[in-house]
């Protein structure tokens, strides 16, 4: 069944089918279910980005069109209107990710300032060895890649901002911090790997 242009038998059919659940039919909207699901379905993962759950997304709309079918006009094309309903829950989804892995790097980026002035705290009673360690990576790194640690974790600037610095997307930047913060951990990891071979030896 095409969501955009559907014959006339079955528009026909989805109407009667319809007009059946308002009369209390519970069961005929299961039928409905049946004939839109697989369609629904591809369309959602032809359009929902990695990470989000099309089964999910599929359900609710359903649920929707089910608890809001007092609002469809009988005669129209029902095919459209559920899949409008599934392209703002599918949205309204995608959203919701983008506040949750905004709010993710935030919170990423609180605990590593803090640990670094816990860490600056100790090396000015000259007790941390391993911030010394990460003065001597951070200095391994490009200035122009270094800039960035400085302007997120120093200035606590955020993402868009630097993005719009730096000329690049906030993807890139995020991807480009992620791959720094790596980096100087590797280059810890190897510096104390060195300290306890050398210790033992």
Same mark, same amino acid.
């Not at 839109?36 to 759950?53: I, K, N, Q, S, Y």
């Not at 302007?151 to 730096?166: D, K, N, Q």
């Given at each position: 069944?095409?969501?955009?242009?559907?014959?006339?038998?079955?528009?026909?059919?989805?109407?009667?089918?319809?007009?059946?659940?308002?009369?209390?039919?519970?069961?005929?909207?299961?039928?409905?279910?049946?004939?839109?699901?697989?369609?629904?379905?591809?369309?959602?993962?032809?359009?929902?980005?990695?990470?989000?759950?099309?089964?999910?997304?599929?359900?609710?709309?359903?649920?929707?069109?089910?608890?809001?079918?007092?609002?469809?006009?009988?005669?129209?094309?029902?095919?459209?209107?559920?899949?409008?309903?599934?392209?703002?829950?599918?949205?309204?989804?995608?959203?919701?990710?983008?506040?949750?892995?905004?709010?993710?790097?935030?919170?990423?980026?609180?605990?590593?300032?803090?640990?670094?002035?816990?860490?600056?705290?100790?090396?000015?009673?000259?007790?941390?060895?391993?911030?010394?360690?990460? !003065?001597?990576? %951070?200095?391994? +790194?490009? #200035? $122009?890649?270094? /800039?960035?640690? &400085?302007?997120?974790?120093?200035? !606590?600037?955020? %993402?868009?901002? +630097?993005? #719009? $610095?730096?000329? /690049?997307?906030? &993807?890139?930047?995020?991807?480009?911090?992620?791959? %720094?913060?790596?980096?100087?951990?590797?280059?810890?990891?190897?510096?104390?790997?060195?300290?306890?071979?050398?210790?033992?030896?």
């Amino acid at each position: 069944m095409s969501p955009t242009s559907p014959t006339d038998d079955e528009r026909a059919w989805v109407d009667a089918a319809l007009g059946r659940v308002r009369a209390g039919d519970v069961q005929a909207f299961a039928a409905v279910v049946r004939q839109f699901e697989r369609p629904l379905r591809v369309w959602l993962a032809t359009h929902a980005p990695p990470g989000v759950d099309i089964d999910d997304i599929a359900q609710m709309s359903f649920i929707a069109a089910y608890t809001r079918l007092d609002e469809y006009t009988l005669g129209t094309n029902f095919a459209a209107w559920l899949f409008t309903i599934a392209r703002y829950h599918l949205l309204s989804e995608i959203t919701r990710l983008r506040r949750a892995a905004d709010s993710y790097a935030r919170y990423t980026s609180q605990l590593l300032g803090r640990e670094l002035e816990r860490r600056s705290a100790h090396f000015k009673d000259g007790n941390d060895e391993r911030l010394l360690m990460l !003065a001597d990576c %951070l200095g391994a +790194i490009d #200035e $122009r890649r270094r /800039r960035f640690l &400085t302007w997120r974790y120093e200035e !606590a600037l955020p %993402l868009i901002v +630097i993005a #719009e $610095r730096s000329g /690049r997307t906030v &993807t890139a930047v995020k991807k480009l911090l992620w791959v %720094l913060r790596r980096q100087l951990q590797d280059c810890i990891e190897g510096k104390i790997a060195v300290r306890e071979s050398t210790a033992e030896a």
